[in-house]
């Protein structure tokens, strides 16, 4: 697939994603204030070419949280306003500030921590580190998560070779609808 469009895709959507959602972004930084003091999560991620980056989201669990995939966090550690963020996905707002900065698409894997060492060996083994990390794509879609790391990393592989223009937009249609249930929390 042509990488200069879909980075213009990415880029206007991110662009103009912003402009439209600054008061949303603005409302739920406030009320994550009161929700955690500190309503802005920023973590290192492993990016294009297992380039580390910071990710951007809103924080949806507790500050002393500790720092593993979602899957391995215990949903205790869940805020109220976090359960809604992450229902609605608004938690992934902030990520369109990653997006315009081109360390992220709207499609591609989802980013993984350095710590989760077997699914970067399965990534790695398959190409997976050669595309942009995304904010949604075909895992995603499917409810496949990080809990299952050679299932993911298949499919992760499945979409970098295939993935078409319309993929793009179907991947990024179906998450905004509701499809897939993103990382789960135990």
Known sequence: M???LIRTFDFLMAFFGLLV???ILIIVTIIG????GSPIFIQER????KRPFKLIKFRTMTVDTKSVASHLASSASITKLGLFLRKTKLDELP???NVLKGEMSFVGPRPNLFNQEELIQERDSRGVYGVLPGITGLAQVNTIDMSTPKLLAETDQKMVQTLTITDYFKYIIMTATGSGSGDRVS
């Open 33 to 36: 204030y009161f929700d955690t």
């Open 21 to 23: 959602t600054f008061p």
């Open 46 to 49: 492993v990016g294009k070419n």
């Open 95 to 97: 990520q369109l500030i």
């Open 2 to 4: 042509n990488s200069i």
